[in-house]
């Protein structure tokens, strides 16, 4: 019995060291995603005024993604109601476009129109 209440006692220690490594691991993704997701926001050309202008969603994203809002945009190329991608640095460090620096709005416009800005979030 004590050999058993042991090897249990043994065990309990075990995961719990175990779960604080992963704490620990989580922690520090989550703080590297962070940092990098700053980087490449600070660098963005679709980075403007905490939305990401490389996404165009209609109407009905609205309810369906939490992290959407109305167009803060100034010279959209979209000229009908619609919402972007709210940014955060985690949003940016899943985020697989190419950062190619700062563009003037004017370029970005027309580099949005023709990379086909209509793209669903899936595509991230």
Sequence with gaps: MVNQLEELHL???KLEKQKNQDILTLVEILANA???G???KTNCHYAINGQCG???LQNDAK???PTVSECRIKQCAESAKHYHI???NITCTLCQEANTGL???SSLQKNIKDKGSKRSPSKR
Excluded: A
């Design 11 to 13: 065990r309990l220690d």
């Design 86 to 88: 709210k940014l955060s």
């Design 103 to 105: 563009l003037e709005s």
């Design 54 to 56: 490389l996404f165009v």
């Design 63 to 65: 309810n369906k993604i």
């Design 34 to 36: 962070t940092f990098f």
């Design 38 to 40: 700053e980087l490449k």
